[in-house]
């Protein structure tokens, strides 16, 4: 079973990876309703008001014009995660690197991630990224001109959110060491995903599907795909303009390449709940 944390009054499994200063979590949604069970008769904002507290005005804005409960939980689970991960990491910075948020240093052109130690986030990070003491929050996310979301307040902080089903997912990373960096985490809740395949995956893609035995495990290695897609796409930020055939998404080699064969960006299979699969991707 993974470690336990405690966020903002409701359980959610928490996952440290390999991979110096990133970070994943995820979060069941199902956790908000059990904790206002007793407020039934409520509206939305009344019955989740000590979560909503949590975000900023914008992204209270951005949930609330989603007209499914759902939909409104799985932004709040989110947008609640990302600003649990940015506390922490501010609170883990020994006073000795309090620096100003706005002294932002540029991002090195360094193309993977490498190594952590899960007791100091930034570990010798911290010259090359400034601390995030001065933060205030809830923090604010803008977007770029492409769409790409990004923290007001700590621009060179690198994340990613996803939600799919009951779950939500978000990744952080130092811009000290990728790029970019996209999430995906995606419920296995359709029917007829090989005709999908047929129609929408590369070659490359559908040989990979195509070398499992059973109907089963080909379904598991479509969503696995999937998922690793979607990571790239969130990772590039341009969206679905991108072309989704456009690329190839190489589980077998954890690697995204252009139709060429080209390697464009890394991918990390994620641990994750029963009936989901999730992948990190950067570059």
Not at 80 to 107: C, G, Q, Y
Not at 163 to 175: D, E, K, M, Q, R
Request: with cysteine; hydrophobic share 35%; glycine share 4%.
């Amino acid at each position: 079973m993974p470690p336990k944390i405690i966020i903002y009054g409701f359980s959610a499994s928490v996952y440290f990876y390999t991979i110096k200063n990133m970070k994943a979590y995820y979060s069941n949604i199902n956790n908000f309703k059990e904790s206002t069970q007793g407020m039934k008769d409520l509206g939305f904002e009344e019955r989740y008001a000590s979560y909503l507290e949590r975000i900023s005005p914008e992204r209270k804005e951005h949930l609330l014009s989603f007209k499914n409960e759902d939909d409104r939980l799985r932004s709040l689970a989110g947008s609640i995660l990302l600003t649990d991960i940015v506390k922490e990491l501010r609170d883990t910075l020994s006073a000795s690197d309090h620096l100003s948020i706005t002294n932002t240093a540029s991002r090195s052109d360094a193309s993977s991630i490498s190594g952590l130690s899960e007791k100091n986030i930034f570990d010798d990070c911290t010259k090359e990224y400034p601390g995030l003491f001065n933060i205030t929050f809830p923090i604010s996310i803008k977007c770029e001109d492409i769409g790409k979301p990004y923290i007001a307040e700590a621009p060179d902080l690198k994340f990613s959110i996803s939600h799919s089903g009951s779950y939500a997912a978000v990744v952080t990373a130092t811009s000290a060491e990728c790029k970019s960096i996209g999430i995906d985490i995606q419920a296995k809740d359709r029917k007829s995903v090989l005709d999908i395949a047929d129609r929408f995956y590369t070659r490359v893609e559908n040989n990979i599907i195509q070398s499992a035995v059973s109907n089963l495990e080909k379904e598991k290695l479509f969503y696995e795909i999937w998922s690793a897609k979607e990571a790239f796409i969130k990772c590039d930020g341009r969206g679905l303009s991108y072309g989704i055939s456009n690329f190839n998404a190489d589980i077998t080699k954890n690697v995204i390449t252009d139709l060429n064969g080209n390697v464009i960006a890394t991918l990390k299979k994620q641990a994750c709940p029963d009936g989901y699969a999730c992948y990190v991707c950067y570059f």
